[in-house]
């Protein structure tokens, strides 16, 4: 059975920090592009980074970058996105997704909620 659990959400002050995990389990998981995306209230899911198979390339969108850093650990079956600086702008909820062409797979988590308010 392929999940894919999201962690580590919450209420953060603007200009904190949290760091959200997702642990991947039931596919081969270093087979496997890994994302972070995110939808605000009122607002469609938009990409925030990615993760290529072995961690090697990644990719942010432009309001993320210089803040957020996505990183994965094969061995645990884990992507990681560390954001710094946070802004009320980014409070969502934040969904983890991994596909691969080859596999045939695109997978999603049920999401955490990040609110960044004072």
């Known amino acids: 059975q392929v999940q894919l659990v999201e962690s580590g959400g919450g209420l953060v002050q603007p200009g904190g920090s949290l760091t959200l995990s997702c642990a991947a389990s039931?596919?081969?998981?270093?087979?496997?592009?890994m994302y972070w995306y995110r939808q605000a209230p009122g607002k469609e899911r938009e990409f925030v980074a990615s993760i290529s198979k072995l961690g090697g390339t990644t990719d942010y969108t432009d309001s993320a970058k210089d803040r957020f850093t996505i990183s994965r650990d094969n061995a645990k079956n884990t992507v990681y996105l560390q954001m710094n600086s946070l802004k009320s702008e980014d409070t969502a909820v934040y969904y983890c997704?991994?596909?691969?062409?080859?596999?045939?797979?695109?997978?999603w988590g049920q999401g955490t909620q990040v609110t960044v308010s004072s």
């Open positions: 997704n991994g596909k691969s062409r080859i596999r045939n797979g695109d997978y």
């Open positions: 039931g596919f081969r998981f270093n087979e496997y592009t």
